[in-house]
């Protein structure tokens, strides 16, 4: 088996150099996991603007875009109260960083503008958090301290502290949320060994998730420390990258919240298999630790089998399976219920219903590219209660006694992005989502409607 191996390394590592590669990056073809770039999609290097006076600032990068959705939200079971809702959501962000010109040091600022208009709800922090900074972290950058990869690319020593607005994994477990209005955001420390373009790579985390204000400036949450320590190999990546990694997340006592402390090493691999159309993406995480005077152990896992088809349109049919425990029995000494970070969670769900927690959960997905300006994905989605005992969180519900039943209910959603000019993205979606008996005995019956209109443009 060792040699075995081997082999396939030296295969891999060959084809990489035989079609002349400069990266071992690959992008994963599963639905909605690529995480955004570090520098965000929106900014570009100064000399890239088109504006002639910065052709010669290679240390700079700028971005700038306004994002403005209409939604239609007819019974939102994540409302206290049925009925329709048609908000209008503004977002507006900035950013600047400066590279190379001041060496080993670097810096880059990010700030964030979300507003909320025509709703009949009161205004929360998903969708509200005005003029934040999302963003600012100073750096000390090592071009080739670690020397570097077998296709030349250097291999850095990255170390920032302050605050980041970042993604890693499949963004499951950490994502910056950018379907959301408003952004998940950290403090603290990110280190680096190695970059994206290399055939291995560790990013070294402690950081505190910031608590989003609507209208004061964001602070850090004291009580909560979040570490990790993941891994990425790309030696194998034109068949497999394998993304090894350990979080923990510290939460002291306070008020009426007990002291946690989760720790949650777990295995993401994603590829495709040699001389065929198929390509999958897996996570495997265990957890354990402590909640209170309540020992914690619980799982998770997602597996996404996909098939690209040789046709016009490129259809690409997938299905997909996702897991994570729940807190099976209210009453023992145990805490069951996965713990779900600072994740994505609108994969999940296109209502945004649900997350990575107390959630069983097998869809089927067609994704169609009728041409380079235009995507298109539609899906349907089941989902089930992994504890008909523990809740529904973003719906606030729960029955202990498990009469209820587990069945949370069904989804089906579709999108079309259409890339209008390179600098304007207009998107058009629909969901319907139908309950189960779950939601009918805890929230209240009736399927529940959502459509949205979103366009975005950038200004580089």
């Known amino acids: 088996m060792p040699n075995r191996l081997l082999s396939f390394a030296i295969v891999a590592l060959s084809t990489l150099s035989a079609f002349g590669q400069e990266s071992y990056y690959r992008a994963p073809a599963s639905y909605s996991t690529t995480r955004d770039p570090d520098l965000p999609k929106y900014a570009r290097h100064a000399q890239d603007t088109g504006m002639d006076w910065l052709k010669d600032a290679t240390w700079l990068d700028l971005g700038l875009d306004y994002r403005f959705r209409y939604e239609y939200r007819d019974d939102d079971i994540r409302r206290n109260r049925a009925g329709l809702d048609e908000p209008l959501l503004h977002r507006t962000r900035a950013y600047i960083g400066i590279h190379d010109a001041l060496d080993p040091f670097r810096f880059a600022v990010e700030m964030q503008d979300s507003r909320r208009y025509n709703s009949d709800y009161e205004r929360d922090t998903r969708d509200v958090n005005e003029f934040e900074i999302i963003r600012l972290y100073g750096e000390f950058y090592f071009k080739d301290a670690l020397g570097h990869d077998p296709l ?49 790579q560790v990013d070294l985390l402690a950081v505190q998730p910031l608590q989003r204000e609507k209208y004061e400036p964001d602070a850090p949450v004291k009580e909560q420390w979040m570490y990790a320590i993941i891994g990425h190999w790309r030696g194998w990546s034109e068949v497999i990258t394998l993304e090894p990694f350990y979080l923990a997340l510290r939460q002291s006592a306070h008020g009426a919240v007990a ?106 997905r067609l994704e169609l590219t009728p041409s380079k300006t235009l995507r298109m994905d539609m899906g349907y989605s089941w989902y089930w209660l992994a504890s008909d005992t523990d809740r529904l969180n973003t719906a606030g519900a729960r029955d202990r006694t498990g009469r209820s039943g587990s069945f949370i209910g069904h989804e089906f959603d579709m999108r079309a992005r259409w890339q209008v000019t390179p600098k304007v993205e207009a998107i058009l979606g629909y969901a319907h989502f139908t309950p189960g008996g779950f939601v009918e005995s805890t929230v209240r019956g009736g399927d529940t409607d959502f459509a949205y209109f979103e366009i975005s443009v950038r200004a580089f």
Do not use: C
Request: no cysteine; hydrophobic share 30%; aromatic share 18%.
């Open 259 to 364: 002291e946690r402390f989760v720790h949650s090493p777990g295995l993401r691999g994603y590829g495709v298999i040699p001389g065929t159309a198929f390509d999958f993406d897996f996570d495997l995480i265990y957890q354990t630790g402590r909640s209170g005077s309540q020992d914690m152990e619980a799982y998770a896992g997602n597996l996404e089998v996909g098939y690209t088809f040789k046709a016009p349109w490129k259809p690409r049919f997938s299905a997909f399976y996702g897991y994570a425990g729940g807190d099976k029995d209210p009453n023992d000494d145990q805490d069951n219920r996965f713990e779900r970070f600072f994740g994505f969670a609108r994969p999940w769900s296109a209502n945004d219903y649900i997350q990575f927690e107390n959630i069983s959960s097998p869809k089927a």
């Open 152 to 200: 030349g690319n250097a291999r850095p020593l990255s170390l920032r502290y302050g605050i980041h607005n970042f993604e890693f994994l499949d963004r499951r477990l950490i994502g910056n949320n950018q379907w959301r209005n408003t952004a998940n955001s950290f403090q603290g420390f990110h280190g680096a060994l190695g970059q994206e373009k290399n055939d291995w």
